[in-house]
């Protein structure tokens, strides 16, 4: 890609009208996209961390007018907020983890060709892709199993996702055989080779895979919506739910802060819903948004595997 | 299970008695089928039970009834169906906003992409690359609390922007006009995803030789003709594969997106253009207890999803394009 670019540099082409068209468009649509996209997180920092009556003035852009944690630390007094983190944390972890291994040691299995059966069981994997049951049948099914207001609804019916199937699948085919008849002639069996020998040069793959499990466990809301009644099994995405669909919900959760911290910015109901909206929403988009950006260059790999015609 | 084994694999069906039949040649490798079965048995319970399922969609449920066990009625429901005076208004709620999606959301993505190729600071093009990513990372529900907070008619940021410019005299009541509901599903929809989709056409456009623009400059082309005759001629084959799969897709509105925008459907100012089939058969077949009814409505969502589907691979094939299979 440099190449191209430094040879650009060097031909010094003369411009012609259309170039300069390109170049303003280009300019105009980076900053649009750089703005629209970044500012309304900024601007919803700025707010979480701004006094909650200042707040109420109005004109916060980016940076707090009157600095203040207070806001945060109402809502981590709010017993539902600690509980709802831990349930949004577990069900990612355990959700990513277990999610990696089932789908994983699909993929590699689909991935060998001496596998028994490999044909139908490929054929089984891509036919629900194009076809399925739809809603009404599966919360049947999920009802039927148990599974409803349970912990495992997160997990159980998530463990096998296709698509992530065949990213993996994919990259366990470009991995050199070698590796696996030097392991098989050393008398080992699959179970050792992939955990032992494939999983640790998968890296890339298995980063990917463990960002798009655990950003789907992350934001869901449908499953706890619709499968978990138990409020103590609800996660940070139902408590943003409820506050999306509930006015008073913020306020609620405000005055039960208020109430820790006696005098602290407890007047103003309107302004402090908002705050701790905003304190809630950072709270829960913040892991997330720190990790990404590490695992930008996994999950970039890992679209350019999909993207090859399988 | 095990005789759809044997009737789909025929080797295994047709082998002699003295090689080892299929069952003992799987029993040899048990470790490998070891690691395949959970996730066939997983498969067969979450996706192939509920096709089973579908056949509540030709019964009369009633509450009590073990699944697939009630009343057979034959096409009543799909009778019933397609006599709802709600079906069209839903039909086309959902065939806007996919429209809209399939050719204004389907596009931005790929204008994008193609302009941030021409960026020659490779930071400033890395840096704007990682934060188009980030909204795909945030969930539908903080994006409608984002949304409304901007959107709100009390000193939120559009409104006062708009305001400030002169260009409106009353704020905007976003959220309380039916008509614009159909462009919020678009623009939030291309907000949250425009830097995520744009990453597939983003590495189709690094495989393009560097010799193929070089060459170009020595023929005196423009910077236009080459995005046109190099750039774009070189993601064509992503455009179309993906555009397929999009077709593949149009019944099925983002969910998501919908329920969180409508504050679950609890906006009824909103009904009108926003009930969309997948919020529909939500409403009818879950919350309203027509069990029978919604899985008609999801059996025949998704076969016309399926035929749309090899429709617009059968048209690509022809056209002599990439296609799906």
Redesign the interface.
């Known amino acids: 890609?440099?190449?191209?670019?430094e040879?650009?540099?060097k031909?010094k082409?003369k411009k012609?009208f259309?170039?300069y068209?390109?170049?303003v468009?280009?300019v105009i649509?980076?900053t649009v996209?750089?703005v629209?996209?970044?500012?309304?997180?900024l601007?919803?920092l700025a707010i979480s961390f701004n006094n909650a009556d200042d707040t109420i003035l109005?004109g916060i852009t980016i940076f707090p007018r009157i600095p203040t944690i207070a806001n945060y630390r109402q809502i981590f007094t709010n017993p539902t907020i600690w509980m709802a983190y831990g349930i949004t944390f577990a069900r990612t972890i355990i959700g990513a983890a277990a999610g990696l291994v089932?789908?994983g040691?699909?993929a590699?299995?689909?991935s060998?060709k001496?596998?028994?059966?490999r044909?139908?069981?490929t054929?089984?994997?891509l036919?629900?892709m194009?076809?399925?049951?739809?809603?009404?049948?599966?919360?049947?099914?999920i009802m039927?199993?148990g599974l409803y207001d349970t912990f495992w609804v997160y997990i159980?019916?998530n463990?096998?996702n296709?698509w992530n199937?065949i990213l993996m699948r994919s990259y366990f085919q470009s991995v050199p055989d070698a590796l696996e008849e030097s392991a098989r002639i050393d008398g080992a069996?699959?179970?050792t080779i992939?955990f032992k020998i494939y999983w640790p040069v998968s890296t890339p793959i298995i980063a990917t895979i463990a960002l798009y499990f655990g950003?789907f466990h992350?934001?869901?809301?449908?499953m706890p919506?619709?499968y978990i009644s138990n409020p103590n099994l609800k996660p940070m995405?139902s408590v943003?739910?409820n506050?999306?669909?509930e006015a008073s919900f913020a306020e609620r959760m405000a005055a039960a802060g208020a109430g820790a911290f006696v005098g602290e910015a407890s007047h103003g109901k309107e302004t402090n819903a908002?705050s701790i909206?905003?304190a809630t929403?950072i709270t829960?988009?913040l892991p997330?948004?720190i990790i990404?950006?590490f695992l930008?260059r996994f999950f970039?790999k890992g679209?350019?595997i999909?993207?090859i015609?399988g | 299970m095990g005789v759809m084994i044997k009737v789909t694999n025929p080797n295994a069906a047709s082998t002699t008695r003295k090689q080892p039949n299929f069952f003992q040649r799987a029993i040899e490798q048990w470790d490998l089928q070891l690691l395949v079965i959970p996730g066939i048995l997983l498969l067969f319970v979450f996706s192939y039970i509920p096709i089973y399922g579908l056949v509540m969609a030709f019964q009369e449920y009633r509450i009590g009834d073990f699944p697939g066990q009630s009343e057979w009625v034959g096409f009543k429901q799909f009778i019933a169906l397609f006599q709802d005076q709600n079906l069209p208004l839903v039909l086309r709620n959902t065939l806007a906003i996919s429209g809209l999606k399939l050719t204004i959301g389907f596009v931005c993505p790929i204008i994008f992409a193609v302009f941030l190729n021409e960026m020659s600071n490779q930071t400033l093009k890395k840096g704007i690359q990682t934060i188009s990513y980030l909204p795909h990372f945030i969930s539908w529900t903080v994006c409608a609390m984002l949304l409304f907070d901007f959107l709100s008619t009390d000193g939120g940021a559009v409104n006062e922007m708009l305001m400030g410019a002169g260009l409106i005299s009353q704020p905007i009541g976003f959220f309380s006009r039916s008509d614009l509901f159909w462009g919020l599903a678009l623009v939030s929809d291309i907000w949250k995803e425009l830097g995520w989709n744009s990453i597939i056409f983003i590495s189709a456009m690094a495989g393009v030789d560097a010799e193929m623009y070089e060459a170009a400059d020595i023929d005196g082309a423009t910077r236009a003709q080459k995005m046109w005759h190099i750039t774009i001629k070189a993601i064509k084959p992503t455009i179309v594969l993906l555009f397929i799969m999009n077709v593949g897709g149009i019944l099925n509105q983002n969910f998501d997106q919908i329920m969180m925008l409508t504050k679950q459907m609890g906006n009824p100012l909103l009904k009108e253009t926003a009930n969309v089939i997948d919020t529909y058969i939500f409403q009818v077949g879950i919350s309203m207890g027509r069990a029978s009814f919604g899985t008609a409505a999801g059996l025949v969502k998704s076969l016309i999803n399926f035929v749309l589907l090899i429709a617009a691979n059968t048209i690509a094939d022809k056209a002599g394009e990439n296609a799906l299979f």
């Open positions: 890609m440099t190449g191209v670019k040879t650009r540099h031909m082409v012609v259309s170039d068209v390109i170049i468009s280009m649509i980076m996209v750089f629209a996209t970044l500012y309304p997180f601007n919803s109005g089932i789908t040691a699909l590699f299995g689909l060998r001496n596998l028994e059966g044909k139908f069981y054929f089984f994997c036919i629900p194009y076809f399925g049951g739809g809603l009404v049948p599966t919360y049947f099914l039927n199993l159980i019916p463990l096998v296709i199937m069996n699959y179970l992939f950003v992350w934001n869901d809301w449908f919506n619709i995405t943003l739910l506050i999306i669909a908002r909206t905003m929403m829960s988009i997330i948004v990404y950006p930008q970039l679209i350019m999909g993207s015609k």
